[in-house]
Nanobody, 120 residues
Framework: QVQLVESGGGLVQPGGSLRLSCAASGFTFSRYDMTWYRQAPGQERELVASITRAADSTNYADSVKGRFTISRDNYKNTVSLQMNNLKPEDTAVYYC?????????????WGQGTQVTVSS
């Protein structure tokens, strides 16, 4: 059974930090690119940060560059998102995504999400 389980969300004051984690099971984690998305109320889901399966490349939304860092551990089957200098506009549900597209046929998995609220 495929599972992506996010953790680490919560309430934090502006300027604070949180570290999100996503634990994967039921599939070969090291073969998948991993991405964190977020969705704020009334808004579309947006890409926050992604990392390739070998961790040799990362990509960030402009709004989080310099503040967020994505990393992965292919031995522990986890991907993390370190979020520093959080802003109220970072408030959203954060989702973990796994994706691979061998020969153009894609497999995608989603976690259930974890709430991040940045407020004083």
């Amino acid at each position: 059974q495929v599972q992506l389980v996010e953790s680490g969300g919560g309430l934090v004051q502006p300027g604070g930090s949180l570290r999100l984690s996503c634990a994967a099971s039921g599939f070969t984690f090291s073969r998948y690119d991993m991405t964190w998305y977020r969705q704020a109320p009334g808004q579309e889901r947006e890409l926050v940060a992604s990392i390739t399966r070998a961790a040799d490349s990362t990509n960030y939304a402009d709004s989080v560059k310099g503040r967020f860092t994505i990393s992965r551990d292919n031995y522990k089957n986890t991907v993390s998102l370190q979020m520093n200098n959080l802003k109220p506009e970072d408030t959203a549900v954060y989702y973990c995504n796994a994706r691979r597209c061998p020969f153009g046929i894609c497999s995608t998995y989603w976690g259930q999400g974890t709430q991040v609220t940045v407020s004083s």
